[in-house]
């Protein structure tokens, strides 16, 4: 299995506008070599990717919800906002370091002398 | 799941410091209030705080305690009577009963509030930077 085929549930998953670009991928015939994993049931680390893309998703909306109220003046609360977003800025963090690492093991493999 | 340790309590802080500072403006901005929907001069707000339980940790053992507004009780001490004759809420003697406000006390009120929403700010601060520090291990 590619390390590379658990990355594309990732983008598949949370992001709608890189879904796109996921997208014309499966009209290749060229690149359906290396599918062990298939986008629509990811196993292990990909399932893992899944639902940490799916967490960082529910913390930015939950953010963007509680900033919409309070600009709109439904609600006071301010500093639940600011502590949401910040949340989400830290949750986004952690999974930006654990796609960095995907890469650098990835990249550590393909440099391997054989 | 909670990425920012503690964060939830000093948000409950924040919020109930944010009440107390709300009902400092009100007895401020009623300080010279001679009427009221009950009759009677505007009577000073007072605002109490309470612990309260959140989500038992299971790390730490205990549960941990945020706070919240207990109630806001209104101060029945008398307010200070002036003779001002012309004043439509005057009695018969022309003696007016002004609201038992004092300014002074609501100022260290207000400073005490904010002092405390700083202290709060930082350590919501300092929880996220702790938390960003962290991710830098792998760097």
């Given at each position: 299995m590619s390390p590379i085929g658990s990355i594309n549930p990732l983008f598949s998953a949370g992001a709608p506008a890189l879904n796109k670009i996921d997208a014309p991928l499966p009209k290749l015939p060229g690149l359906h070599l290396g599918g062990t994993a298939a986008p629509t049931t990811p196993d292990g680390f990909g399932r893992m990717l899944d639902g940490l893309v799916a967490t960082v998703d529910a913390k930015q909306s939950e953010a963007k919800g509680l900033t919409q109220r309070v600009l709109l003046g439904d609600s006071d609360q301010l500093h639940q906002s600011v502590i949401a977003m910040q949340e989400a800025s830290v949750s986004f963090s952690l999974m930006v370091e654990v796609r960095n690492k995907l890469i650098e093991s990835y990249q550590e493999l393909m440099r391997m002398q054989v | 799941m909670n990425l920012i340790s503690g964060i939830d309590i000093t948000a409950s802080a924040l919020a109930a410091q944010k009440t107390r500072l709300d009902i400092v403006a009100q007895n401020?901005?009623?300080?010279?209030?001679?009427?009221?929907?009950?009759?009677?001069?505007?009577?000073?707000?007072?605002?109490?705080?309470e612990t309260e339980l959140i989500r038992s940790q299971g790390s730490a053992g205990g549960a941990l305690q945020s706070v919240r507004v207990a109630q806001v009780s209104t101060d029945r001490s008398p307010g200070q009577q002036v003779y001002n004759p012309q004043h439509p809420?005057?009695?018969?003697?022309?003696?007016?009963?002004m609201p038992n406000v004092n300014l002074s006390q609501e100022m260290v009120d207000l400073i005490t509030a904010s002092r405390t929403y700083e202290a709060n700010l930082s350590v919501a601060k300092n929880a996220r930077m702790m938390a960003t520090r962290t991710l830098e291990i792998g760097k």
């Open positions: - | 401020i901005a009623n300080a010279q209030t001679t009427r009221t929907a009950s009759g009677g001069p505007y009577q000073r707000q007072v605002v109490s705080f809420d005057a009695t018969a003697d022309g003696l007016v009963t």
